[in-house]
């Protein structure tokens, strides 16, 4: 196991300084210009859209090319993994409330959390800037309940809530360009975006070939649009899958 996948084990989440190159960040963010009017919604968490990756080309290069996912096998010290879907979350400037303490794997229609959120960030984003924040450790504790996003609350839910009070969260702050990966489960908020300056990210998640579709446990665009069956494996020209990290 690397450094980087004993960290991701420990903690639940690991800082991966400049993932992305100076290219890569100065192509997306002239795809993401060039898009926002058609693909993201605007709302009180700032721009937001999913599948990126198809109508975004460089976001698109950068997942079908492999180094995502060599990064992703590594750090989840698996030999294959697939790409599931992507969120884009853009707070502008003086914009993008806060999103809440949340788990990935709430919102998963997947029958395991044996997944990865892989967070790219394509501007610097300090604490101000509402950079990512995470409960250490909050990976091993289960799944609680959801938060609600959407005005007039979220799912039905018998688990137990996040009890963060008492807990201490650390902000990760980022570099253009860097990425952090984490647990599906692990505990993590952003706050709003009080700067002058744009923050633009790509949030991506990954599974491995075992995972399936269990569409009645979270709503998603996916389970919406493509209707999957129970079971099914995820796979398909929407979910490219890499073998030994190649594609
Ligand atoms: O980009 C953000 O502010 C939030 C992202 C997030 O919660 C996630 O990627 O899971």
Same mark, same amino acid.
């Given at each position: 196991m690397?450094?980087?996948?004993?960290?991701l084990a420990r903690d639940g989440f690991v800082h991966l300084p400049g993932l992305l190159d100076a290219s890569d960040v100065e192509a997306a963010r002239a795809d993401?210009?060039?898009?926002?009017?058609?693909?993201?919604?605007?709302?009180?968490?700032?721009?937001l859209g999913h599948n990126i990756w198809q109508s975004a080309p460089s976001l698109g290069a950068l997942v079908r090319g492999g180094r995502l996912a060599r990064v992703v096998a590594e750090v989840l010290?698996? %030999?294959?993994?697939?790409?599931?879907?992507?969120?884009?979350?853009?707070?502008? $400037?003086?914009q993008g409330e806060r999103i809440q303490w949340h788990q990935d794997h709430s919102y998963l229609p997947l029958d395991a959390p044996r997944a990865l959120t892989l967070w790219l960030c394509f501007d610097d984003a300090d604490e101000a800037a509402g950079c990512l924040w995470y409960i250490p450790g909050t990976h091993r504790l289960g799944d609680r309940r959801p938060a609600e996003f959407a005005a007039?609350?979220? %799912?039905?839910?018998?688990? $137990? $809530?996040m009890d963060v009070e008492g807990r201490v969260a650390v902000p990760v702050p980022v570099r253009a360009g860097d990425a952090i990966?984490?647990?599906?489960?692990?505990?993590?908020?952003?706050e709003a975006n009080s700067t002058a300056a744009h923050r633009r990210a790509l949030s991506t998640t990954w599974v491995t070939p075992a995972a399936t579709w269990q569409p009645?446990?979270?709503?998603?665009?996916?389970?919406?649009?493509?209707?999957?069956? %129970?079971?099914? $494996?995820?796979?398909?020209?929407?979910? %490219?899958?890499?073998?030994?990290?190649?594609?």
């Open positions: 690397t450094d980087r996948a004993a960290a993401l210009d060039a898009l926002q009017a058609s693909v993201a919604i605007t709302n009180h968490y700032g721009r010290a698996e %030999p294959s993994v697939v790409f599931f879907q992507d969120g884009l979350v853009w707070k502008p $400037p003086g007039g609350g979220g %799912p039905a839910s018998d688990l $137990p $809530p990966a984490h647990d599906v489960r692990v505990w993590h908020m952003s009645a446990r979270a709503a998603s665009p996916f389970t919406w649009r493509l209707r999957p069956r %129970p079971g099914a $494996p995820l796979a398909g020209p929407l979910f %490219p899958r890499f073998d030994q990290g190649e594609p």
